[in-house]
């Protein structure tokens, strides 16, 4: 059955757009939730005149999704996985894993949208993944896989550093007191 789409529908196509759907379909889950009219006469036209409208919600997705990928592609995603003494690590990091990094940053991107080199990362190193985010656009990140003991190493070190640079200075008008 052919139809046109009210509204985007998730995994089927966008508002405007003509689809070939199954009848079951259309009937009983596009056209109660009126996410698509059927295609006939009437709605084709009503659809023309619509067309400026749908075409700038559209080009408004294009430039989110080209500013969305500068913003993406300047971030670098650190995850700290537990990890053996030789690197490997004890389980793997999956889209979910950096949809979840990512949704902690602030960005809301779908796993299914995150696409891994091989699938999963099984050991620490550096990485990239390609985003795709709208029509052929798309943004590579790049990915920093960290084991745990490592990473809790560097920021015990970085927290030591201050506290060092502290305990000298207090020390410095000491020292000067006393050799007065």
Known sequence: MKVILNQDVKHLGEEGDVKNVASGYARNY??????????????????????????????????????????LQSEVLTIVMPAG???KLYGAVTNLTVAEALQKQGYDIERKRIEING????????????????ETTSAEITIIVKA???????????AAAPAAAATAEAEKPA???KAE
Request: hydrophobic fraction near 35%; charged fraction near 35%.
């Open 30 to 71: 596009l056209f109660p939730r009126n996410f698509a009219l059927p295609y006939n006469d009437v709605t084709v036209a009503y659809f023309e005149s619509r067309k400026a409208e749908i075409e700038a919600k559209k080009e408004q997705k294009r430039k989110d999704s080209a500013s969305l990928k500068d913003k």
């Open 85 to 87: 003494t030789n690197g």
């Open 119 to 134: 699938s999963t990362i099984k050991s620490v190193g550096k990485y990239s993944a390609v985003v795709r985010l709208y």
């Open 148 to 158: 745990q003991e490592q990473a809790e190493k560097e920021a015990a070190e970085a």
């Open 175 to 177: 020292e000067e007191a």
